[in-house]
């Protein structure tokens, strides 16, 4: 992978994207093009999918640069609206959920301590994770994996940042609910 | 004295500041304390702790699955991006629009629909006011004929001379001129 020696900033490079800079799009591309692919791939959880989707959002970069307003928003808060957006779109498209890749039933005929063994920590987080509403997927994916602040991912999902605060309080609190009534069931299966 | 805390406070403290309780704002420490002692604090503190647990994990993961996996084609896919793809252009914007963001630049928020009923209201408005100054006009000017002028010049009715060729054709005896005179006769004789 190409490193990125340039110093400029995300905003003056979209500028020049605007204005037909290729050299500035390779920047760019070279400096958030794994980190928009992860960004996709959590959503849909397929990475050739994830890289499509990705690369999408860049195309709109290159062919739409001039719509980017630096006044108005940080380059990566318009980017992550725009890759999110996206994903969303796929995911409403998609009418039926596609299991994770390498995602692995749990078979309910093993015994407690076997179940135990299987549900490893991927798939209790991905369990937690997929109670939640499509918001609140959102919100979660930003704050912890996306590593945003609360008013970067707020301005992203275009809630102010009381409403953005309160569904991640939310999110979290249905998650723990989750973790805890597992741990029960699993009490009770082991007796 | 400080005031109890309910599952549902304990709830949102834990999830805007974290199982540390120290960490919390110093007025709700107590009274977090004392919730996180009974049984059902404990257990959502465990549940706190082995959620921090999940996402770091899933965080650390997620790194290591990034930079795998065709990491070096997807980039050069992204690199080669501007060769097939012409940039669109932004059109200027309308007049609508540079309206809107005059009134936003005086952070003043107003809509599209907004300013289009408003203009139109205005329109009608105005054009009910000019039809009404025009009415009011023309009835001064047929009420009283400005003086002077009506004296000299004489009056012209442009139908005269239709109702005089009708008559001759009904009665066949020659049109009348338009000033009254006969001109049957004399092109008889």
Redesign the interface.
Known sequence: ??QDNNTESDEKLVSRV?A?D?QA??VL??RH???Y??LA??FTKN?AQA?DL??EA??KL??????FDAGKAKFTTWFHRLVVNRCLDEKRKRHYEALPENFDKADPSLSAEAVLEQVD??Q??SV?VGTLSERQKTAVTLS??EGLSNQEAADVMDLNIKAY?SL??RS??K???V??AE?DELLAALG | MVDAMNRDQF??Y???YGADITCWPLDMQKSGHAFASTVGGK??M???A??V???E???H??AA???G????S??H???E??AP??????RPPGFLATLQGFFRSLDIEVSPIALVSQAAMFVVVLGLGVMLGLGGQMETQIASPPSGIDNQVPEVDISAEWFAVTDANVDGQGAIGPLGGSQGGEQRS
């Open positions: 992978m190409r605007g037909g290729r799009f390779r591309a070279a093009g794994m980190r692919r992860m791939y959590r990475m890289e990705a690369q860049f195309v290159w062919t739409h640069a001039d719509r920590d991927r209790k987080l937690a912890y994996f605060e991640l309080v979290r609190a998650m723990r609910q973790l805890m741990k | 709830e949102e834990l999830s805007l257990n959502l465990e549940a706190e082995q959620l647990a999940l996402l994990e899933g965080l993961r997620d699955l990034s930079t996996r065709n990491a070096d997807f980039m896919r992204l690199q991006i501007p793809h012409p940039q669109e252009k932004q």
